[in-house]
Nanobody, 124 residues
């Protein structure tokens, strides 16, 4: 089992940047695919980005391509989401998720473990 803790959220103006971090417990982090999802008030949780465990293959939602970058540091048991050129529509609670031996999946049901989320608010 793995526990996930997100950090790095906050309030930023449109056009600004934030870097989210997700720290994982345990000694097998490198064997987990990791994903970032977000949920705005009144909306369903949606895929943002994911990175596979084997070769680090990545996937992005069309809405964030070219602005967000997912990366991982297996030595630190941490996955990151660098968010640039932020827009008010990026405002949401951001969650990280994990699945052992997974690929860069884009749907919530393919992940087994979830963090508690971190709030990102982008003002116009």
């Amino acid at each position: 089992q793995v526990q996930l803790v997100e950090s790095g959220g906050g309030l930023v103006q449109a056009g600004g940047s934030l870097r989210l971090s997700c720290a994982a417990s345990g000694r097998t982090f490198s064997s987990y695919a990791m994903g970032w999802f977000r949920q705005a008030p009144g909306k369903e949780r949606e895929f943002v980005a994911a990175i596979g465990w084997r070769n680090g293959n990545t996937n992005y939602a069309d809405s964030v391509k070219g602005r967000f970058t997912i990366s991982r540091d297996n030595a630190k048991n941490t996955v990151y989401l660098q968010m640039n050129s932020l827009k008010p529509e990026d405002t949401a609670v951001y969650y990280c998720a994990a699945r052992r031996y997974g690929s860069s999946y884009q749907t919530t049901y393919e992940y087994d473990y979830w963090g508690q989320g971190t709030q990102v608010t982008v003002s116009s």
